[in-house]
């Protein structure tokens, strides 16, 4: 395409015989790479397509949140900041929680004959979430966690976290219980995940992991 005293280029992404044929030309987006400007543009029905079904999105969000178009950019700014700190203080929370669940859950659980705390927990349809308590149970010496998870597609889910007290390897332990039902997972000798294709095998870790 050669557009006379402004640009030439052996393919735009277009090939037509002159520039009028591109009808409407909507530019989507421009960005830097290797040292060139690559542009995202649309021409013709294309273009007008694209650009009824953007003006239908800013319809539809200036509804959502009751404010004009204009206004969008500033507003959604504003509830990005205030999503950015209600996320910061129910992480901050979470943690506090869980500081408090795991001493009374670990004052609650006798040590067996080993001196070892075993506490044996549910994830709640996930198995991440249990984590921050895990590790603060395993932060008070002496403790073993065991969280065994049925998940929404009835597949099972482990976390097993150890103590460096303890001498067990939660890792290596878990790797060769999964092993046994075909399940999946691994980790470090102090916190480790997995989790098998059917649940019905999870209270089998329990016997597994001594627990």
Do not use: W
């Amino acid at each position: 395409m050669t557009i006379e005293g402004v640009d030439r280029s052996a393919c735009g992404g277009t090939h037509v015989a002159r520039t009028g044929e591109n009808g409407a030309i909507l530019l989507r987006g421009a960005e830097k790479t290797k040292g060139a400007t690559r542009i995202t543009f649309l021409c013709g029905a294309r273009a007008v397509r694209q650009a009824r079904h953007d003006a239908t999105l800013l319809e539809q969000a200036s509804r959502t949140l009751s404010a004009s178009p204009d206004d969008l950019p500033e507003l959604v700014a504003r509830h990005v900041v205030r999503l950015t700190a209600s996320e910061r203080d129910r992480k901050r929370l979470a943690q506090a929680l869980a500081t408090y669940m795991a001493r009374e859950r670990y004052d609650a659980t006798p040590p067996g004959t080993d001196g070892i705390r075993r506490v044996l927990g549910t994830g709640g349809g996930d198995v991440q979430e249990s984590e921050p308590l895990a590790q603060r149970l395993i932060a008070l010496g002496g403790c073993a966690v065991l969280v065994l998870d049925v998940l929404s597609d009835q597949t099972g889910g482990i976390l097993f976290a150890t103590s460096e007290d303890t001498n067990f390897d939660a890792g290596q332990l878990l790797r060769a219980a999964l092993q046994l039902c075909d399940g999946r997972g691994g980790g470090s000798p102090r916190f480790a995940r997995g989790a098998v294709p059917d649940a019905t095998h999870l209270p089998a870790f329990r016997t597994t992991l001594g627990f």
